[in-house]
Structure formats: structure tokens, C-alpha cells
């Protein structure tokens, strides 16, 4: 019996041991749902770099949650490391293929990856898991304008104005859609109820005002909304380019040159206002001063590269 009563004294000693030892550890850490809490905070903070952190140190302890692994893949969409996304899709989904919201990720990870076609696959089926999410819908019409498919687009857009028309963006992408099929006039409408629903869409400002002077009308319309768009995302001076280019198709050239300059001196790494501004001076018969505006375009323009084995152009570009 007294050998009965200490063997048990031994194991209670052991199994108290194992205890603290697990209350410890315990403490030597935050909580998952400590974790996932300082994750999610700095997610809807746009701290990405940090939410990337918080859902993987919640990953290394828990490799089957969900919410973590779908999060680490729209981090890296965020973070524009859609190899690393589309890694961390591909988890979520091997723990629930029937994640809605991943395969919505993996969508937006592929479109972003320039393979629109893979990406309506992804699209159809979180559809398919989940009618209602209408974030789906409008990645669907921007995946089908990438791939020409433009009535696609178009209809696609419209299913998404129709369960959501209060909200600024479907009524924005639908607009997007219905300008890539040319249908300018219903574009324009769509982008001017999407400014009426959220009077601060940079994009919408943007969108519109480059379609009224593409379209060349309603000039001083344009250059209105995108003086707005200046106002509340200056940017690279790409909006205030926009205005002083529509206040130059008015006939108000001057004027609109010296906003340019002002503009390039600013912002003197955008291309576009170098080369608006280097037509403003030739127009204007200023040819050394339009001469030297080109050369700065040129300078900060895109680079084309070209084959090794192509053989060098033989003529100036185009127009001259």
C-alpha cells in the first residue's frame, strides 16, 4: 500500500509538472486570438507588411485556419506578390475547397498575374459557392474586358449595378465596361452616378474627364471634375495634366501652356505633361522650347525594349 500511495504521489508530481510546464509555454506567447486581432487591426489599417506577419506566425501554429491563410493570400495581392498569393490560395483552398472567398483571392491573384482566363475559372466558382458576393462580379468584367470579350463585360457589370446599386464601385466598373465596348454616352452616365454615390472616387473623377476629352466635348465639364480629382489626389499631377490639357482644347492655349509648365516643374518626372506640354509649345511656334519638352519625355517615358537581334530604326518616330 505506502508503495501504491507514492507511485501515485510520483505520477500526480510528473503530471503537475507537465502542467505548469504547459501554462508556461502558454505564456510565453499571445493567443491565436491574440494574434489574430493585432492581424486583423493592422489589415484594415492597410498595414499589410505587418497583417503579413500577424496571419504568418498564426499559420506556423495553426496550418489548417482558413481565415489566416485567405488573408496571407490577399496581403500578398495588396503587396503585389501574386506568386507568393497564389501560394497561400492554394493552402486555403486544400484546407476548404469550399471557400468561397478563396477562390475569389485566387482570382484576383491570377488576374493580377495577367492570366484572366484562369481567373474566371476561379471567379465562376466562388460565384457558384456564393451568389452574393458581388466583389466577384465586377474582378468577372474586368477579367472579360482583358480577354476582348466586351458584351461579357458589359452584362456582367450590369448583374452587379443591379444587386448593388447604391454603391459608387459597381456603378464605376459597369461604366468601364460599357467605355470598352464603346458605348460612351451610357459610360458617361455609369461614371456620373458612381461621383454622385462617392463624390471622393479619384478613379471615377478621372475616368470621366478622360472620356469627355477623348470625346472632345463638354471641355469645361472635364476640366471641373478633374480639378476635383487634383484636389483630392494631386498624385503625380496626371488630374491637374488633365485639366490644363481640356482648358487647351477650349482654344485657351496660353494659358493652358503655362499650367503645364507649372505642372512639369512640379511633377517632373510625368511623361504626359512633358509631351503635352512640348505640342503646346510647338503649336505656339516656341520650336527650341518644344524641342527641349520632348527631350524630357523622352527621358521619362516608357521604355520599349527591344529584340537583340532587331536591327536599329532607320527613321525618326512617327509624325515627324
Known amino acids: 500500500m505506502p508503495e501504491d500511495r507514492s507511485t501515485r504521489a510520483a505520477a500526480l508530481l510528473c503530471l503537475g509538472g507537465l502542467i505548469v ?3 508556461l509555454a502558454g505564456c510565453g506567447g499571445p493567443t491565436l486570438d ?3 486581432e493585432e492581424a486583423d487591426v493592422a489589415f484594415k489599417a492597410e498595414r499589410y507588411n505587418a497583417a503579413y506577419a ?3 506566425a498564426i499559420v506556423d501554429r495553426d496550418p489548417r485556419n482558413t481565415h489566416a491563410l485567405t488573408r496571407l493570400a490577399e496581403c500578398c495581392l495588396w503587396l503585389r506578390d501574386a506568386d507568393r498569393g497564389l501560394y497561400w490560395a492554394k493552402k486555403a483552398l486544400e484546407v476548404d475547397p469550399g471557400s468561397a472567398t478563396a477562390w475569389e483571392k485566387k482570382g484576383e491573384l491570377l488576374l493580377s498575374s495577367q492570366k484572366p ?5 476561379a471567379f465562376k466558382k466562388a460565384l457558384a459557392l456564393d451568389g452574393q458576393m458581388n466583389l466577384t462580379r465586377l474582378n468577372m468584367s474586368v ?3 482583358a480577354l476582348k470579350q ?3 463585360a458589359v452584362e456582367i457589370g450590369r448583374e452587379a449595378v443591379e444587386m448593388d446599386p447604391r454603391k459608387a464601385e459597381p456603378h464605376f466598373r459597369y461604366a468601364m465596361a460599357l467605355q470598352a465596348a464603346k458605348r460612351y454616352d451610357e459610360a458617361e452616365e455609369e461614371y456620373r452616378k458612381a461621383i454622385a454615390l462617392q463624390p ?3 478613379d471615377a473623377l478621372m475616368y470621366l474627364a478622360r472620356l469627355l476629352v477623348r470625346e472632345r466635348k463638354k471641355l469645361a465639364d472635364a476640366r471641373q471634375v478633374a480639378q476635383k480629382a487634383s484636389e483630392i489626389r494631386p498624385g503625380n499631377g496626371e488630374p491637374a495634366t488633365l485639366a490644363a490639357w481640356a482648358l487647351y482644347l477650349m482654344g485657351e492655349q496660353r494659358p493652358a501652356v503655362r499650367e503645364l509648365e507649372q505642372i512639369a516643374r512640379a511633377h517632373p518626372t510625368n511623361f504626359e505633361t512633358w509631351a503635352l506640354l512640348s505640342k503646346g509649345f510647338k503649336d505656339l511656334g516656341m520650336e527650341e522650347a518644344a524641342r527641349q519638352a520632348a527631350a524630357f519625355a523622352m527621358q521619362t517615358g516608357p521604355r520599349v525594349r527591344r529584340p537583340a537581334s532587331a536591327a536599329p530604326p532607320t527613321e525618326g518616330p512617327e509624325g515627324d
Open 21 to 23: 510546464a504547459l501554462c
Open 150 to 152: 466586351a458584351d461579357s
Open 117 to 121: 482566363e484562369e481567373a474566371l475559372v
Open 143 to 145: 477579367a472579360y474586358q
Open 200 to 202: 471622393d472616387h479619384v
Open 54 to 56: 500577424g496571419y504568418k
Open 34 to 36: 491574440r494574434l489574430r
